[in-house]
């Protein structure tokens, strides 16, 4: 009979292991605790933003949502991480490359079902449309736009286009 305890380590190690991969897949997509502070909508992390004004550390549902607060409400913002669409993880804002209106929207997909119960609204302006994805490198940026559309600008560019 072989000794069972010997396994004990090596299951716990793979069971442990499985649970962060599962909690890692699907948080990425899913909206988290954490609302928006310009929207207040449920921050995802495929499309989170960063930033910093005043001292005050600042989270944003998208891109789309900090750049406009920066340009309307917030004039010092300074966007100090953007998201990785493909990973989740955090990346320099001076190195991401973003997808500009694609026909992924995380931010308006709850809106159209929170509009579902209600009557069917007219198109109207968005503050988080066109959305923005961010990438960390233009290869990635290409294969989401082959499947998506939209069109690549590095962020840097995206955000002085904003001003
Ligand atoms: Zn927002």
């Given at each position: 009979m072989p000794d069972l305890r010997r396994y004990v380590p090596v299951m716990l190690i793979a069971s442990i292991a499985g649970?962060?991969?599962?909690?890692?897949?699907t948080t990425l997509n899913q909206p988290s605790e954490v609302a928006c502070t310009a929207?207040?909508?449920?921050?995802?992390?495929?499309?989170?933003?960063?930033?910093?004004?005043?001292?005050?550390?600042?989270?944003?549902?998208?891109?789309?949502?900090?750049?406009r607060a920066k340009a309307q409400d917030v004039p010092d913002l300074r966007v100090t991480r953007v998201f990785d669409y493909a990973s989740g993880?955090?990346?320099?804002?001076?190195e991401a490359v973003t997808v500009v209106g694609s026909e992924i929207n995380l931010c308006m997909r709850e809106q159209v079902l929170?509009?579902?119960?209600?009557?069917a609204s007219p198109?109207?302006?968005d503050r988080?449309?066109?959305?923005v994805f961010a990438f960390s490198?233009?290869?990635a940026a290409k294969r989401f736009r082959a499947a998506h559309g939209g069109a690549a600008r590095s962020f840097v560019e995206l955000e002085a286009s904003f001003e």
């Open positions: 649970g962060l991969l599962y909690l890692g897949w929207c207040d909508r449920a921050v995802h992390l495929a499309s989170r933003v960063d930033g910093i004004s005043d001292g005050e550390s600042l989270t944003f549902c998208c891109a789309a949502c900090a750049l993880r955090p990346l320099d804002p001076e929170m509009d579902a119960h209600k009557e198109l109207h302006f988080c449309s066109p959305s490198t233009e290869a």
